[in-house]
């Protein structure tokens, strides 16, 4: 596609359920990383892929996130038991070379609001 | 561990006036970067600066990267309403693929 696609652009849940967020990257981008923006704050890194490289999942909060990244293409990231916390802007990104010589290109969020 | 620091966090200006905004981080890295963020939108690039002494200009938005003193700055010249956002500086750890992303800085561009 044309840009780095992000689904559902808005996700209400309860507390304690479990949440799915899509990221379709660019097409024959290869690197794609998952971002974490919370209310008025920064974006904190939660995952990496590259190619068919092991993912760096150093970012994840806890052992309730979990990201996949299918083909080298299309990724998931899931929480399970959302809490209150976890309200945030989750971003995607994706980058031609893993090193981003031309920088990220930042899909459009998806808002999550755990209540 | 990396850290990357921007000021000022808030910047409220008068249109026509100049401006800069500050990046430092603490550790060697090759490669700087500005982002743009509107209100409820994702992040635009802006700049990507690749080397020490390195300049580059767009409009009224000039960035500029020193690697010995570890620092970025970007530069507004006679700021107009439209540049209202927020900007981040992010930086490319040598060696890693992480951008790790300043604080932010929210500019608002009073008329």
């Known amino acids: 596609g044309a840009g780095v696609s992000q689904s559902p652009s808005n996700k209400v849940t309860e507390k304690g359920k479990d949440v799915e967020l899509r990221c379709d990257p660019i097409s024959g981008h290869t690197a794609l990383y998952w971002y974490r923006q919370s209310l008025g704050q920064g974006l904190e890194f939660l995952i990496y892929?590259?190619?068919?490289?092991?993912?760096?999942k150093s970012g994840l909060p806890s052992d309730r996130f979990s990201a996949e990244r299918t083909g080298g293409s299309v990724s998931t990231l899931t929480i399970q038991r959302t809490q209150q916390e976890d309200s945030a802007v989750y971003l995607c990104?994706?980058?031609?070379?893993?090193?981003?010589?031309?920088?990220?290109?930042f899909g459009s969020g998806t808002r999550l609001t755990v209540v | 561990e990396l850290k990357v620091e921007q000021n000022p966090l808030f910047l409220s200006m008068q249109e026509g006036k100049n401006y800069t905004i500050y990046c430092n981080y603490s550790t060697t890295s090759d490669r700087l970067y500005w982002y743009r963020q509107d209100p409820g939108k994702s992040l635009e690039s802006l700049f990507v600066l690749l080397s020490n002494g390195a300049v580059k200009q767009e409009g009224r938005l000039m960035a500029s990267l020193d690697t010995k003193a570890r620092l970025s700055t970007l530069h507004i010249t006679a700021a107009v309403h439209d540049l209202s956002a927020t900007y981040f500086c992010?930086?490319?750890?040598?060696?890693?693929?992480?951008?790790?992303f300043g604080t932010g800085t929210r500019l608002k561009v009073l008329a």
């Open positions: 992010a930086v490319d750890r040598s060696g890693t693929y992480k951008y790790i």
């Open positions: 892929f590259q190619g068919n490289s092991a993912p760096d």
């Open positions: 990104a994706s980058s031609l070379v893993y090193r981003g010589v031309y920088g990220y290109t």
